[in-house]
């Protein structure tokens, strides 16, 4: 690919500083306070930073990622510890202050796209390390475009009517009648972890459905599936193993992180410690199983006719006859939570555009998907969709092209897009 | 004017499979490493995807993983009586571009030369006379190392890749099932062999009556998942039977992109530049000392990259043009047989015979790069050569690679090359019938060597190379006789009939043969007949370093890259361990 000026990429390889480098360098023991430190880089992950606090391209913390909510898009701040820019002039009690209430250096609301609402549940002690790691990273000079958003949603005090409604939680308690492992999950989960944020269904004012708690939601063309312990659609069918290791590695023997997990996978999950992987396990796996719906009647024979043979042709090569795939490798489609979920916009994502997924030092291959979208109509990708949703245990709606359609339109996949080599050579 | 870069431990020059371990090693060891690499980045899913990447069209026909020889290409010849001419379209061997090069279009036939292949000359002249190795032109040399120094090299190139196969010398003891003539191997193959397809089964079993020994051919194509020691994962291959000129797009196929570059491409200490050229190595005034680099990079901006060490992994072919247009070593002169940079070029000698039956199906379309039943004994020294004219041998091979449409269709003796009859059997024998390979060894000769072409230059206005290659009479009596052998055991297959398809005549780049260009950069014991000592470092500018098989002084009857892996990992380790605390010479002259 060409070389575009890319100010994260290093003029000298030793002055690189990746995401992971960040995250995982050592502090030194002469280092004052680098307990807190330490404590605050590992936060950081859990938290998850990077994944919204940096733009392709960018700086680790310096913000800039265009985040595509329904309202329109936000951009991320700079919070590396640069003065003008970034939180370099902040103080412990006003970054404390953005992460219980929502409320800016300036006492300006903070769109809830930054996911104070759980971050909320963070305790002052833990904040404060964040913070401090925060201020000892390296700074960086630059200014987010301004959010694209329509009126009134521009004006930020309307935020305080969306915290009035909606505003529920605080800093979290102990349950004293659970385990000390379940607990810790909790924490993490509700707090820095914010998988709700993500895999809660919201209303539409983009709060929590109350009474929904991770049964999945949908986030930029791409769903993030249930996590309740539901055995067609949800965890039900993980072991607290399974979580850890697909958290950790990005792959297990039933999927494979890709889409917007593949980030979490690469700079939160995989620098978390095995007990802190458990506890979120722990704690997700006793979620109460999403209710079923009545499930659909029997999917279109010929849609499965036809799917099987598009399967046979473009996906067995991976996933192999059968769909028993190679496991941490290219994922068993045999009830599989992720094929059977109500919607069907991941799915269709995946096989439109692709998807590399998440990676770690312990497990560095950056497997892939490849883009469908130049080979298969709107019409074959629907088939085959319904097809291995219906095949192997799995069931679920079937799909129509129209619907294909409109998700090929959104993620300008309609005319085949060429990379260096795909033509001819000049 | 070039502009200069911020200086860096090591820049290495090409980044195929000896670029990738080599930078892999060096920055474990941590240096600052800078990779340049003149193609683009490969990615497997976007590059070679299993939807689109058996396009044999665009693929085997159209060159398009290649190099392009409109920007760059090398004149040729059989001797110094000829005018070379630039190779206009690739042909007999086709040379790789991009990132991981070779390793992303190659078969995956991973093989370790014998031990008496790097004592080719003083072990032939010992068993058959000193003529056996000099008569005739031939300049076989020693190499300068031994295959039990480089055994632990090869194991960890065989773990790296996951190598499948079956030992047949493990710790001494021989092992049923292993190919007996092989140098000792310390640790079992990382992989069970492939299940082997009809063809080769037919094949093993016809040999073994013949009394001969087979094996299955050792396999870069995986057997089963695979997660090597860097971390990296392979997936099983399906036999698709689209591997050497394509890439894999099931990640079953030992490549840098599978087995180093996932963990490497992770190092803050390590940066690949792709689509940059390496024009030349700078020099200091007294041609000592290396500086760095200069490299033009796609939109024909000059750079000067200072490096303490130059590793030149940029193919033997360029390596050897890097090296005399750096001014780099005494240039090889033919006539008089002084010099050395560009001596001792060989290639490899091939041979086949195709089987055809009647009453068996073979589905040649099921296949892998490496997919074989292989006998070894009419390789190297392995059988008696006395009074046979000639040394070296060659493996031969009931392998099934593929039935691909345009390039593995097979016709009996005497069929049209085209029209209504050449379908007809065209479609009567696809199903039936299968070549066996004869995959011989190449001794080097006076006449044989790299040199800068006196007239045609590249984009840059730099000289072509230059090479002057034939086969000898060695090389026509060896192949001749060790295809005999295979014709016999392809009738002892009982087919209706076999085709032999000898190596007749001079060399002609245009029939594909292999890409298993050697010798140039040679590696010896001594500066005066070599241009690299055995740790692969320049004689004459010891931060120099010249990898790949470049460094072979004659090519043994072996695919060469498990060799070319052997020696990066074996130089590697002594630079880690000794040049980087001392640098200078790792052998006195």
Known sequence: MGQTANPALPAHPSTAITPTSLLSQPIPDATPNAVQLRRGQYLAAVGDCVSCH???????????????????????????????????????????????????????NLYPAFPYPWFRRVTREDADALFAFLQSTPPVHYVAPANELPFPLGIRAVVKGWNLLFLKSDTYQPDTSKSAEWNRGAY????????????????????????????????????????????????????????????????????????????????SGSQMNDADLHAIATFLKSQPARPDEALAGPPDAGAMRRGAAIYSDACASCHLENGVGQPRFFPPLGHDAMLQQDDPTGLLHLILAGSHIGVSNAAPSPLAMPSFAWKLSDAEIADVSTYIRNSWGNQAPGIDASKVAELRKKLDLTRPRLTVNSGDRK | ?????????????????????????????????????????????????????????????????????????????????????????????????????????????????????????????????????????????????????????????????????????????PQPGGNPFEGNRSSEYPNP????????????????????????????????????????????????????????????????QTTVLPYLMRKPNFVLKTECEVLRVELTPDRKRATGITYVNSAGEEFFQPAEMVVLSAYVLQNVRLLLLSGIGKPYDPKTGEGVVGKNYAYQTMSSVNAFFDDKILNPFIGAGALATVIDDFNGDNFDHSGLGFIGGAYIAGM???????????TPQGTPDWGLQWKHAAAKNYLRSFAISVHGSCMSHRGNYLDLDPTYRDI???????????????????????????????????????????????????????THNTGGAIMGESPSNSVVNKYLQSWDVPNVFSLGAGAFPQNAGYNPTGTVAALTYFSAREIIARYLKSPGPLVQA
């Open chain 1, 54 to 108: 940096m733009r392709p391209g960018g700086e680790p913390l310096a913000g800039g990622l265009g985040l595509k909510t329904p309202f329109g898009t936000i951009y991320s701040s700079n919070i590396s510890p640069d003065r003008d820019t970034g939180i370099g002039a902040w103080s412990s009690d006003q970054f404390y202050r953005a992460m219980h209430d929502g409320i800016g250096a300036h006492g300006e």
């Open chain 1, 188 to 267: 993490l989960v509700q707090g820095l972890g914010h998988c709700a944020a993500c895999h809660t269904p919201k209303n539409m004012f983009g709060a929590d459905k109350s009474g929904q708690d991770f049964h999945g939601g949908q986030l930029d063309n791409w769903v993030a599936p249930d996590l309740t312990a539901n055995a067609r659609t949800g965890l039900g069918l993980w072991s607290v193993d399974d979580i850890a290791d697909y958290l950790r590695a990005g792959r297990n023997m039933h999927a494979a992180a890709g889409g917007s997990m593949a980030d979490v996978v690469s700079y």
């Open chain 2, 400 to 410: 099934v690679t593929g039935g691909r449409p345009i390039e593995m269709i097979y």
């Open chain 2, 460 to 514: 840059h206005g730099r000289p072509m190379l230059r090479m002057t290659f034939d086969f000898g009479a060695n090389e026509h009596r060896m192949s001749d006789y060790v295809t005999d052998r295979a014709a016999e055991v392809a009738r002892a297959m009982n087919p209706r009939e076999i085709k032999i398809n000898r190596r007749t005549g001079s060399w002609s780049v245009t029939p594909y043969q292999t």
């Open chain 2, 193 to 256: 062999p492939m299940a082997q397809t009809l063809a080769p089964t037919l094949f093993g079993e016809a040999a073994t009556r013949l009394g001969y020994h087979p094996f299955p051919h050792p396999t870069g194509n995986m057997s089963q998942p695979y997660t090597n020691p860097l971390g990296a994962q392979m997936g099983a291959c399906t036999y698709c039977g689209f591997c050497e000129k394509f890439g894999c797009g099931n990640y079953s196929k030992a490549s840098p």
């Open chain 2, 1 to 173: 004017m070039a502009s200069q870069l911020p200086p860096v431990d090591a820049v290495i020059v090409g980044f195929g499979w000896t670029g990738a371990i080599m930078a892999q090693q060096l920055c474990d060891a941590g240096l600052n490493v800078v990779a340049l690499e003149r193609g683009p980045w490969r990615d497997t899913a976007t590059d070679f995807a299993t939807g689109f990447a058996q396009d044999e069209l665009r693929y085997m026909w159209r060159h398009h993983l290649f190099q392009n020889v409109s920007y760059d290409t090398l004149t040729v010849r059989n001797n110094t009586s000829q005018d070379a001419l630039p190779m206009r379209h690739l042909g007999s061997f086709l040379l790789g571009t991009g990132v991981g090069s070779g390793g992303v279009h190659w078969n995956g036939q991973i093989w370790r030369f014998l031990p008496s292949d790097f004592n080719a000359r003083s072990h032939n002249a010992q068993r058959y006379g000193e003529d056996a190795v000099s008569g005739d032109d031939l300049t076989v040399q020693d190499w300068g190392v031994s295959y039990d120094e480089l055994e632990s090299s090869y194991d960890a190139f065989d773990k790296l890749c996951g190598t499948c196969g079956k030992a047949g010398k493990l710790n001494g003891k």
